[in-house]
């Protein structure tokens, strides 16, 4: 039983990383019915500037990210202005090509600047200090990440419905073209859902860094794990992010338990038997 108790223990703590993955797509989806394709390459680039200010400044990671993470919200907020948001209307193919360009751009943009050598972010002691949780041990990093996940998504929740801005975020979501005769700017709208997606995904890419190596060709694994979180949760949800991610999480470290080589292949299964039984994940939004 204690062998067993290990992998769940890190599955559920692994699923804090796949939540921070996902709910930027949830919060994109949620308020644009945008798919980002370049969701992972954002993630990926977040890891960089966070390697790059900790070079340059010498600053250990986590100080870094009180950085990183408003230098990605800025970004967003431009990407969506200048770029995004001339792409969006009724049809669903042009923000989706964009997106993709702009995956392939990052990706080769950071192969000229950094190399295809891969890239770690150095934290020292965190990355091996670790808890006594009765019979087995709990890394710190592990759990400050999920620590981490459970606070954003909080108050991603708390930001939704109990803030002026969460109630233009819903209202946009639902009716965009009567928010824009009620007199709320939609193209500043959505640049603002945009530059708190990034805030999210700037942290993802710090723990992402910290946690195990990264390079620019790593963004489509972290973008495909984050859309199975979204999508096992419930689209709209974001607490479901938290819970696709723990579900994700568990089945890829139960089934490295078994086989280290099913450890990804598990995850994936665990997937599509879900989206295969709930089409519309486990934990759907109720509009």
């Known amino acids: 039983m204690v062998s067993w108790l290990d992998p769940i223990i890190q599955g559920i703590l692994l699923g804090g990383l796949y939540a921070l993955f996902a709910a930027g797509l949830s919060l994109i989806f949620g308020v644009m019915r945008l798919v980002n394709i370049a969701h992972g390459d954002l993630i990926v680039l977040s890891s960089y500037v966070a390697l790059t200010t900790c070079v340059m400044l010498g600053l250990p990671p986590l100080a870094a990210a009180l950085l990183v993470v408003p230098v990605m919200a800025v970004a967003g907020y431009g990407l969506q202005r200048l770029l995004l948001n001339r792409t969006m209307g ?3 193919l042009p923000p989706l090509l964009v997106t993709f ?3 392939v751009i990052i990706q080769n943009t950071l192969l000229t600047l950094y190399s295809a050598d891969p890239q770690k972010l150095r934290a020292r002691a965190i990355e091996t200090a670790s808890v006594n949780a009765g019979p087995v041990s709990v890394g710190v990093l592990p759990l400050i990440v999920f620590i981490t996940a459970v606070a ?4 991603l929740q708390w930001m939704f419905y109990h803030t002026a801005l969460g109630r233009a975020f819903r209202a946009t979501s639902d009716r965009q073209d009567i ?3 009620m007199g709320l700017n939609r193209a500043h709208i959505f640049g603002l859902a945009m ?5 999210v995904t700037a942290l993802a890419g710090v723990f992402l860094g910290i946690r195990t190596s990264f390079d620019p060709a790593a963004g489509g694994t972290r973008l495909i794990f984050g859309f199975e979180a979204v999508i096992i ?3 709209g949800n974001i607490w479901g992010t938290l819970a696709g991610g723990v579900i994700l999480g568990l089945a890829q470290t139960l089934g490295a338990r078994v086989d280290p080589g099913f450890q990804i292949l598990t995850g994936h299964l665990a997937f599509l038997i879900i989206l295969a039984i709930r089409p519309r994940g486990l934990f759907p939004r109720i509009d």
């Open 90 to 92: 009724g049809e669903i």
């Open 152 to 155: 954003v998504i909080g108050a």
């Open 101 to 103: 360009g702009l995956s």
């Open 233 to 235: 949760g419930g689209l």
């Open 179 to 181: 928010v824009q005769l």
């Open 195 to 199: 530059a708190v997606a990034l805030a």
